[in-house]
T-cell receptor
Framework: KAGVTQTPRYLIKTRGQQVTLSCSPISGHRSVSWYQQTPGQGLQFLFE???????NKGNFPGRFSGRQFSNSRSEMNVSTLELGDSALYLCASSLNPTADGEQFFGPGTRLTVL | QQQVKQSPQSLIVQKGGIPIINCAYENTAFDYFPWYQQFPGKGPALLIAIRPDVSEKKEGRFTISFNKSAKQFSLHIMDSQPGDSATYFCAASKKPGNMLTFGGGTRLMVKP
């Protein structure tokens, strides 16, 4: 069974631009969560989607948004990029977060903002 | 504020030693406590997880000890190997698979 895949793996953008990251969950998984990992702030929850609906949202500005499609694939978008948005963005999928389901993480997308 | 505090930030042990990583939480609504292992260039991978109704859980060389009254839990790695060298994160959530609140991470080095 294929794991969580994230594209692209690496991305370089400049301040003010916008970016879209993609995540394909494990087949059959309906929940997708996004996390930001930085050396200073560690791993922080961005948002979670289940059945195309955002169920939880972390403490990030409105520039960070996401969506989930009917096939459970998810995208996250960051608009008006800032230098501090440079981070590893991780996607995690699980069968159903209301059950005893673990989250499986993808390898992440490394975003660099210049 | 939901928070999970992890210590130490880094740890060096000799092969065969038993590194211990500690975490403390504040929110008593947390009811799921997983530990993740992360190698450079990879996403975190679940090692072992525990619920508050259990004081200890063992899977292979990895053991979680849980103290509900103290709101603390710890990871022990028995007979550590150089291949265990990685960053370890504790986490907590209100439901398994739900929003995870992570500790700051512990960088473990196991010397041959």
């Amino acid at each position: 069974k294929a794991g969580v895949t994230q594209t692209p793996r690496y991305l370089i953008k400049t301040r003010g631009q916008q970016v879209t990251l993609s995540c394909s969950p494990i087949s059959g998984h309906r929940s997708v969560s996004w996390y930001q990992q930085t050396p200073g702030q560690g791993l922080q929850f961005l948002f979670e989607y289940f059945s195309e609906t955002q169920r939880n949202k972390g403490n990030f500005p409105g520039r960070f948004s996401g969506r989930q499609f009917s096939n459970s694939r998810s995208e996250m978008n960051v608009s008006t990029l800032e230098l501090g948005d440079s981070a590893l963005y991780l996607c995690a999928s699980s069968l159903n977060p209301t059950a005893d389901g673990e989250q499986f993480f993808g390898p992440g997308t490394r975003l660099t903002v210049l | 504020q939901q928070q999970v505090k992890q210590s130490p930030q880094s740890l060096i042990v000799q092969k065969g030693g038993i590194p211990i990583i500690n975490c403390a939480y504040e929110n008593t609504a947390f009811d799921y406590f997983p530990w993740y292992q992360q190698f450079p260039g990879k996403g975190p991978a679940l090692l072992i997880a525990i619920r508050p109704d259990v004081s200890e859980k063992k899977e292979g060389r990895f053991t979680i000890s849980f103290n509900k009254s103290a709101k603390q839990f710890s990871l022990h790695i028995m007979d550590s190997q150089p291949g265990d060298s990685a960053t370890y994160f504790c986490a907590a959530s209100k439901k398994p698979g739900n929003m995870l609140t992570f500790g700051g991470g512990t960088r473990l080095m196991v010397k041959p």
